[in-house]
T-cell receptor, first 113, second 111 residues
Framework: KAGVTQTPRYLIKTRGQQVTLSCSPISGHRSVSWYQQTPGQGLQFLFEYFSETQRNKGNFPGRFSGRQFSNSRSEMNVSTLELGDSALYLC????????????FGPGTRLTVL | QQQVKQSPQSLIVQKGGIPIINCAYENTAFDYFPWYQQFPGKGPALLIAIRPDVSEKKEGRFTISFNKSAKQFSLHIMDSQPGDSATYFCAASNTGNQFYFGTGTSLTVIP
């Protein structure tokens, strides 16, 4: 079974631009969660989508948004990029039940200049 | 605020040693506690997980110890090997399936 894939793997943007990241979950998984990983902060939860609906949301500003399609693929959008948005963005997929194992993708490394 | 506090930030042990990584939480609604291992350039991978109804779980060389009253849990790596050198994250989730991660521990095992 193919793992979680994320595209692109690397991205360089400038302040004020917007960016869209993509995540394809493991086949059969209906839940996709997004995390921001920075040194010293660990993984910070952004949001979780389940069956095309946002089920959980972390404490990030409204510039961070997401959506999920009927095939469970998910996209994350960040508008008006700031220098502090530079991070590794990880998505994780699971079956969506309580305590189900989350499987992470390799991440998208975003650099904001 | 950080829902799950992890220590130490970094750890260096000799091959064969037993590194111990500790985590603490406050929210008693957490009911699932996984540990993840992350190698450079890769996403985290589930290593072992425990629920609060047991005090210890072993899988191979990895053991989780769980103290419900103290709201603490720890990862022990027996007979550590250079290949165990990675960053380890503890996490906790509630019935809402939202996961909270610790800040990570960078482990180096010296041959």
């Amino acid at each position: 079974k193919a793992g979680v894939t994320q595209t692109p793997r690397y991205l360089i943007k400038t302040r004020g631009q917007q960016v869209t990241l993509s995540c394809s979950p493991i086949s059969g998984h209906r839940s996709v969660s997004w995390y921001q990983q920075t040194p010293g902060q660990g993984l910070q939860f952004l949001f979780e989508y389940f069956s095309e609906t946002q089920r959980n949301k972390g404490n990030f500003p409204g510039r961070f948004s997401g959506r999920q399609f009927s095939n469970s693929r998910s996209e994350m959008n960040v508008s008006t990029l700031e220098l502090g948005d530079s991070a590794l963005y990880l998505c994780a997929s699971s079956l969506g039940g309580v305590g189900d194992t989350q499987y992470f993708g390799p991440g998208t490394r975003l650099t904001v200049l | 605020q950080q829902q799950v506090k992890q220590s130490p930030q970094s750890l260096i042990v000799q091959k064969g040693g037993i590194p111990i990584i500790n985590c603490a939480y406050e929210n008693t609604a957490f009911d699932y506690f996984p540990w993840y291992q992350q190698f450079p350039g890769k996403g985290p991978a589930l290593l072992i997980a425990i629920r609060p109804d047991v005090s210890e779980k072993k899988e191979g060389r990895f053991t989780i110890s769980f103290n419900k009253s103290a709201k603490q849990f720890s990862l022990h790596i027996m007979d550590s090997q250079p290949g165990d050198s990675a960053t380890y994250f503890c996490a906790a989730s509630n019935t809402g399936n939202q996961f909270y991660f610790g800040t990570g521990t960078s482990l180096t095992v010296i041959p």
